[in-house]
């Protein structure tokens, strides 16, 4: 069949060739377009789920955090507290194992804080000075340990919120979620 046999053939058929192409055209415009919206929206439900898992991760280590200075002070007020003997005191050990179990062995300021939890039990017997003399190093390892950790979270928060196209809802030093900014260091 020649060019000219299909054109005459078509133009005789002109009704039944419209009829039939244009619904033909519609099926194939509205299958690529639904599938097209069905993997976006699967990539959009799928950075939403990972930005969210991440979120709650976030939760998690927000509340260790929160632990882990908690039980920083308590150790460290009793360590110092005048005429308590920390080797008598229940409470003392509690907190210097939670903080033992809470902190990653591998934290560059690991040892240095153990050593200082140390300092102060090796100084109950003394005075007051020897207790005292440890408080201002330990408080300074606690905040740049809780300091680092505050930045990861922040750090994890905007990769994921980076990663799930929000970077610019995300201000600055301000976590995601208004859960986090609760004991803030």
Not at 71 to 85: C, V, W
């Amino acid at each position: 069949m020649s060019v000219d046999e299909a054109s005459k053939w078509i133009d005789a058929h002109q009704l039944l060739v419209v009829s039939v192409l244009i619904p033909l055209v519609s099926a194939l415009v509205a299958a690529a377009s639904s599938w097209y919206s069905t993997r976006r929206a699967l990539r959009v439900e799928r950075t939403k789920m990972a930005f969210e898992g991440t979120l709650k991760i976030t939760d998690y280590r927000q509340a260790w955090i929160n632990s882990l200075r908690d039980e920083m002070a308590e150790f460290q007020s009793h360590g110092i507290l005048p005429g308590n003997d920390p080797t008598k005191d229940r409470e003392f050990y509690r907190f210097g194992t939670k903080i033992e179990l809470l902190m990653n062995p591998s934290d560059p300021d690991y040892q240095k804080l153990q050593g200082l939890m140390y300092a102060f039990l090796s100084a109950a017997n003394g005075d007051t000075f020897d207790k005292y003399s440890h408080n201002a190093q330990f408080v300074s390892i606690c905040q740049g340990i809780l300091k680092r950790e505050w930045e990861r979270l922040k750090a994890d928060i905007r990769e994921a919120a980076g990663e799930a196209g929000a970077q610019q809802s995300l201000p600055a030093d301000v976590p995601a979620s208004a859960s986090l900014q609760q004991g803030r260091s």
